[in-house]
């Protein structure tokens, strides 16, 4: 089967409070989709329901073809073997070394793995993200691309099939964020790797989108192919493609 998540009139919400109303979309293998919509729409509030971080009020999420309880660790603890996550901002660790950052969710999953094991699997990923030769250096000491790459690094050192990530591109000048782009997009065609992208920026994601999901006011406004984005003639998409997110539609 080819949809590695299925959702089905999902509604998520804080406080009694709705965000996201009857959403269904599904994510394919292989596929880079993006997530699209102005800042406060509910793009993070999607990845953390997906990361069992916030219960939904109801509908159903399914991974590889078995719907999810989002109460069960035991369930939740077999997911994240599978997924690697790219938090808004990188999230490392400053007072680690990019080594000791990247080999965390060995030291936390496997700490019974050997040393030299684990040293192969973090030396592969820094190099695939181009960062072998700077391990030993701190965060403080990288440029905002490179503190990305390595947050990638991590994301993808227990050999995940889905990788989520949370505005990669905020903070990067347009040439780095497209140098991140192209090295997603390379992740995703040599490991097959999927990718599930949020953004409010239109610019960054244009090379590598596969399928889009467009979000207004809670709802999914448009979910398919991206490239059928520039076909629709819909005065929302139109608005905020044309002049990014901080217009009031
Ligand atoms: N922990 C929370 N408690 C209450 N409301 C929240 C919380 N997190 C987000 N929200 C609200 O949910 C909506 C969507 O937020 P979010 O998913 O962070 O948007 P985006 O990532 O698209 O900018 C916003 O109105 C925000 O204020
Ligand atoms: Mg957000």
């Given at each position: ?176 964020a497209a140098g991140l782009d192209v090295l997603m997009r390379n992740l995703r065609d040599l490991f097959g790797i999927t990718f599930v992208v949020v953004t409010h920026e239109l610019r960054s994601i244009e090379k590598i989108s596969d399928r889009a999901l467009v979000l207004h006011k809670g709802r999914i406004h448009y979910f398919g192919d991206y490239k059928d984005l520039f076909t629709l003639k819909d005065p929302f998409i139109d ?11």
């Open positions: 089967m080819n949809d590695i998540i299925q959702v089905e009139k999902l509604d998520v919400g804080y406080d009694g409070i709705v965000v996201l109303k009857q959403l269904n979309f599904t994510i394919s293998k292989g596929d880079i989709t993006v997530i699209l919509g102005k800042s406060g729409c509910g793009k993070t509030t999607i990845l953390k329901t997906l990361l069992g971080l916030i219960p939904p009020l109801s509908g159903d999420v399914a991974f590889f073809g078995e719907k999810i309880d989002f109460h069960s660790e035991k369930v939740l603890n077999k997911l994240y073997q599978r997924i690697g996550v790219l938090y808004q901002g990188g999230a490392l660790l400053n007072s680690l070394t990019l080594y000791e950052n990247v080999a965390l969710p060995i030291k936390m999953q496997h700490p019974e793995l050997p040393p030299q094991i684990e040293r192969e699997m973090v030396y592969s990923r820094l190099a695939q993200v181009g960062l072998d030769e700077s391990a030993n250096k701190y965060p403080a000491e990288l440029s905002g691309g490179m503190r990305k790459r390595t947050a990638l690094a991590r994301a993808m050192i227990m050999d995940p099939d889905i990788i989520f990530c949370d505005e990669p591109s905020a903070g990067l000048d347009p040439i780095t608005t905020f493609f044309m002049k990014g997110e901080d217009h009031d539609y």
